[in-house]
């Protein structure tokens, strides 16, 4: 990632085009879902984060002319600084805000998958719903925490894709919330 803006109201960084995977093994020696994907493919993507929200606001671009095309609530959980950056899980369950109709729900039918599979706790998945929903209906309100002039962000054409930093697969990663902390802050504190 190549950091934006690092505050301590948001953390904004972008993944660009062409930026290296590597998604190590479960505990258990399950492979990650994305195992196989080399490298981020198509339009980078912008991230804006709150420390401690279970989410982040993606940007997305689309089209030869890089038009915006909308914003992507990812369920995630939040945010924690390592020695080389910052770790997160993925929640699987997102909502999807096009630049131009409402918003969906998207993944929603993999969560019950996800904990047969053994990724997630039935109180997690309960948690992640829940999560959803309030996101849901902040959008149906109308309420938007993030400055919409990021979707008029144009990456530096300088930049390359980052590679992993030494020592990466031993950095430390601190701990996962638990299922109770996985909970919606709303912030009414613009970025």
Request: aromatic share 14%; hydrophobic share 35%; glycine share 8%.
């Given at each position: 990632?190549?950091?934006?803006?690092?505050?301590?109201?948001?953390?904004?960084?972008?993944?660009p085009?062409?930026?290296?995977?590597?998604?190590?093994?479960?505990?258990?020696?399950?492979?990650?879902?994305?195992?196989?994907?080399?490298?981020?493919?198509?339009h980078?993507?912008?991230?804006?984060?709150?420390?401690?929200?279970?989410?982040?606001?993606?940007?997305?671009?689309?089209?030869?002319d890089?038009?915006?095309?909308?914003?992507?609530?990812?369920?995630?959980?939040?945010?924690?600084?390592?020695?080389?950056?910052?770790?997160?899980?993925?929640?699987?369950?997102?909502?999807?805000?096009?630049?131009?109709?409402?918003?969906?729900?998207?993944?929603?039918?993999?969560?019950?998958?996800?904990?047969?599979?053994?990724?997630?706790?039935?109180?997690?998945?309960?948690?992640?719903?829940?999560?959803?929903?309030?996101?849901?209906?902040?959008?149906?309100?109308?309420?938007?925490?993030?400055?919409?002039?990021?979707?008029?962000?144009?990456?530096?054409?300088?930049?390359?894709?980052?590679?992993f930093?030494?020592?990466?697969?031993?950095?430390?990663?601190?701990?996962?919330?638990?299922?109770?902390?996985?909970?919606?802050?709303?912030?009414?504190?613009?970025?």
């Amino acid at each position: 990632m190549v950091v934006i803006e690092d505050t301590l109201e948001v953390l904004v960084t972008y993944l660009p085009e062409g930026t290296p995977f590597k998604f190590p093994s479960s505990a258990d020696g399950r492979a990650h879902p994305w195992a196989g994907k080399q490298r981020w493919k198509g339009h980078g993507v912008l991230m804006l984060q709150h420390p401690d929200d279970a989410y982040a606001v993606w940007h997305f671009w689309e089209g030869a002319d890089r038009r915006f095309a909308g914003w992507y609530l990812n369920l995630q959980e939040p945010f924690r600084r390592t020695t080389i950056g910052y770790d997160t899980q993925d929640l699987e369950l997102d909502l999807w805000l096009p630049l131009d109709g409402p918003w969906r729900f998207k993944d929603q039918e993999l969560l019950d998958e996800r904990m047969r599979d053994g990724r997630y706790t039935a109180d997690q998945i309960v948690a992640i719903r829940r999560l959803g929903d309030e996101l849901g209906e902040m959008l149906d309100r109308g309420e938007r925490w993030w400055d919409e002039r990021w979707a008029s962000f144009v990456p530096d054409p300088s930049w390359r894709a980052p590679e992993f930093p030494p020592g990466w697969e031993t950095a430390p990663i601190p701990p996962a919330p638990g299922p109770e902390e996985l909970v919606f802050i709303q912030h009414k504190r613009s970025s």
